[in-house]
């Protein structure tokens, strides 16, 4: 059994070393003998749904976005709409978490259309208002067993994104999230995530990691079951950053 990754505009939207959810993803199924192939999907290049078992979308400048919004406004965006809503997991962060959206606004007020996966938009801070920075804590509803779980990152963002029918991925325990007033973080649909944590996100959580190979292997057998690793290292810095930042509150 193989898992296929579809990484988008992995050489523009790398922005805060986002390529370590790749590579997070890779070892984890490596380590279990499942074999990974990352194909990298630039500009003006089609995505194929039917060879692909996960898109990932990184992090980018508002540059980079105008292109990759115009880039994504004919059968692109439609392809990976209809992947999402056939099942299909996608991870969006910060600049690609807002560009799933139904638009972003950008401070000289250009709104670049989104894919429009969330029911979400996302509008430029104002003048007066802060870049959104510093280390998150997030609870998240772990949709395995309906338990709650936590997740920890680092966001960097100006834009304030607000969700309209939408989901948060998670509430905020110690940061800002997407706008710094609501309390929410990111959002999810389906086996869709977006969110503005970069760390990289995914060696900083192995639960969330593991839940999008999971989501993937399921597609194709729904009693599939992860092996499980020895996350112990993992578990001890997460445990010591969550502590952290949970005093903070």
Request: aromatic letters at 8%; charged letters at 25%; a negative charge.
């Amino acid at each position: 059994m193989k898992l296929t990754i579809h990484h988008l505009y992995a050489d523009m939207m790398n922005l805060y070393g986002d390529r370590g959810n790749v590579i997070s993803i890779r070892k984890r199924c490596e380590w279990r003998g499942i074999p990974v192939d990352v194909v990298d999907v630039g500009l003006g290049e089609r995505v194929r749904p039917t060879g692909c078992d996960l898109f990932l979308f990184g992090g980018g400048q508002d540059r980079e976005q105008a292109l990759l919004a115009d880039d994504l406004s004919g059968s692109k965006g439609a392809d990976i709409r209809a992947f999402v809503e056939d099942g299909g997991t996608v991870l969006g962060v910060c600049g690609g978490y807002q560009l799933m959206g139904h638009f972003y606004e950008t401070p000289e007020g250009e709104r670049l259309p989104g894919v429009g996966i969330f029911d979400l938009h996302t509008e430029p801070r104002k003048p007066d208002e802060a870049r959104l920075i510093g280390n998150v804590l997030v609870d998240v509803p772990a949709p395995e067993d309906d338990e709650e779980r936590q997740v920890v990152g680092f966001e960097n963002h100006g834009g304030r994104t607000y969700l309209d029918d939408c989901e948060p991925l998670g509430r905020v325990v110690a940061g800002f999230g997407n706008n710094g007033t609501d309390g929410t973080e990111g959002a999810r649909r389906l086996n869709a995530y977006g969110t503005y944590l970069h760390g990289s996100l995914l060696p900083k959580n192995p639960w969330l990691t593991d839940q999008l190979i999971l989501n993937v292997l399921r597609r194709r057998d729904a009693s599939f079951e992860l092996e499980p690793l020895d996350d112990a290292a993992e578990h001890h810095a997460f445990e010591s950053m969550s502590g952290r930042l949970a005093g903070r509150r």
